[in-house]
């Protein structure tokens, strides 16, 4: 069962969500917000049973999370999962020096079975008006 999570939830719905999808589409601030809150691990309600089992976990917008919370997801990976971190180090909401997505990634580059990936300019398909863009801001 796939279910949104997002500031339009009902909060009636999110509970839920967090106890019975098998896919959650969600954002930092409310994977943080709703889901992650009960930490303790053992928890029947807590993040720890849901990235136990689920197999595939993709944090998007990744530069908008600080490194202490990438250290919490990454390392409560479950056995059979993969996790993919995706976001863009020069758009962040939250100030640079907050921001954990550059750290993560030099720390993790060099440690078997990960793969750091970073696209250029060119490897990434835009409005032409916002690529250009891009390119001043």
């Not at 640079?96 to 793969?115: F, K, Q, T, Y």
Request: proline share 5%; net charge negative; charged share 25%.
């Amino acid at each position: 069962r796939c279910a949104v999570l997002d500031g339009d939830t009902p909060h009636a719905v999110r509970h839920d969500v967090r106890n019975n999808a098998d896919i959650i589409l969600t954002n930092p601030d409310l994977l943080h917000a709703t889901l992650l809150p009960d930490h303790a691990p053992g928890t029947r309600h807590g993040w720890w049973s849901i990235l136990r089992r689920v197999r595939f976990v993709v944090i998007d917008e990744a530069q908008n999370c600080t490194y202490g919370q990438l250290k919490m997801l990454v390392t409560r990976l479950g056995w059979n999962s993969t996790m993919i971190l995706t976001g863009d180090p020069d758009q962040t909401d939250l100030l640079p020096e907050m921001s954990g997505l550059s750290e993560m990634s030099d720390r993790l580059r060099n440690v078997d079975d990960i793969a750091c990936v970073q696209l250029r300019d060119k490897d990434i398909v835009r409005h032409p008006l916002v690529a250009s863009m891009l390119t001043v801001l």
